[in-house]
């Protein structure tokens, strides 16, 4: 099992910054790639963007230039650095974990942006 927790959530201003956080535990050793994906009301859940242990990165079309992922492979932690936020990026954003056999979710955490 892989356990995640996200952190950094909240309400920001259109045009600030919010940085989110994702520590996994547990076999962590299973975990082929990690990301970011979110789900606003009424949509489906949606990719934002996506990190390999190797560092290889993808994001959808609509973050890209604005939103940056990373890790830190000896945390266990992937971050999601969003700038230049607009009110469409309000949603709960949830944080996956890739194994070989499916995926592991976060909780989910609120980003609201407010105009």
């Known amino acids: 099992q892989v356990q995640l927790v996200e952190s950094g959530g909240g309400l920001v201003q259109a045009g600030g910054s919010l940085r989110l956080s994702c520590e996994a535990s547990?076999?962590?050793?299973?975990?082929?790639?990690m990301g970011w994906y979110r789900q606003a009301p009424g949509l489906q859940r949606e990719l934002v963007a996506t990190?390999?242990?190797?560092?290889?990165?993808n994001y959808a079309d609509s973050v890209k230039g604005r939103f940056t992922i990373s890790n830190d492979n000896a945390k266990n932690t992937v971050y999601l650095q969003m700038n230049s936020l607009k009110r469409e990026d309000t949603a709960v954003y949830y944080c996956?974990?890739?194994?070989?056999?499916?995926?592991?979710w976060g909780q989910g955490t609120q980003v609201t942006v407010s105009s």
């Open positions: 990190i390999t242990t190797g560092g290889s990165t």
């Open positions: 996956n974990a890739h194994w070989r056999f499916g995926n592991y």
């Open positions: 547990g076999s962590v050793f299973r975990i082929l790639d």
